[in-house]
């Protein structure tokens, strides 16, 4: 119950005060190819029931039948804003309407695509019980995951998210699902939003020297 309430009031309240980025986000999303603002690609919720995630449109029309689910920093499918907008996880933000709605928590497992789900072993699939979040520990771990991706070698980027990433972060959720509380999500929120600072930070002053 406290973490559906908090849910709901921090979720009303972030989205309130984002209201003016995600105008600009949608603009420039609009002025580069006229496309829809968001993504709305299938997921697995809690107890596997799918729902339509929220995710400003990083890449191109039709993204789907070009290419796997699985996205590196280059991928050719990514526009202009896109990349903007990946870079500073700007697009997981509209995931919020799905955190107030109910289908997505602040914390939890990530949602899967079917194919991912319909691989879960039968201790994974406990998984579902949760409801699915914008960040875990998986997400903290695999914060760059676009780059693990494009430096694996792998030419076929979702065959190299399934050797070099899935284990792991089935793991790290299994961990989550057996000891999870309100103040365990605290303390993920925290540490993400820590981590992607840290990352943002590091990346700027790389790119200064």
């Known amino acids: 119950m406290i973490k559906r309430l908090f849910d709901i009031s921090a979720s009303l309240a972030a989205l309130i005060v984002l209201a003016p980025v995600f105008l600009a986000i949608a603009i420039l999303i ?5 496309g829809p603002v968001f993504y709305r690609g299938a997921r697995v919720g809690r107890f596997g029931v799918p729902f339509k995630i ?7 029309l039709n ?4 290419g796997g689910a699985s996205t590196s920093d280059r991928d050719s499918r990514i526009t202009k804003v896109g990349r903007l907008i990946r870079r500073f996880k700007l697009d997981e933000f509209s995931q919020l309407i799905n955190v107030l709605v109910g ?6 497992p990530r949602p899967q695509v079917q194919w991912a789900v319909d691989a879960y072993s039968d201790e994974e699939k406990k998984i579902l019980q949760l409801r699915p979040g914008i960040t875990d520990w998986a997400s903290i771990k695999f914060h760059n995951e676009g780059e693990i991706l494009e430096r694996s070698g792998i030419a076929d980027p979702d065959e190299a998210y399934l050797k070099l990433i899935h284990p792991e972060k089935m793991r790290l959720q299994l961990v989550y699902l057996y000891d999870h509380s309100f103040w365990i999500d605290m303390k993920i929120i925290f540490r993400t939003i820590a981590t992607l600072l840290g990352d943002r930070l590091i990346g700027s002053n790389e790119k200064a020297s």
């Open 103 to 108: 289908d997505m928590s602040f914390v939890g």
């Open 30 to 34: 609009k002025l580069e190819d006229r």
């Open 63 to 66: 993204a789907d039948e070009l």
């Open 54 to 60: 929220f995710k400003f449109r990083s890449m191109v």
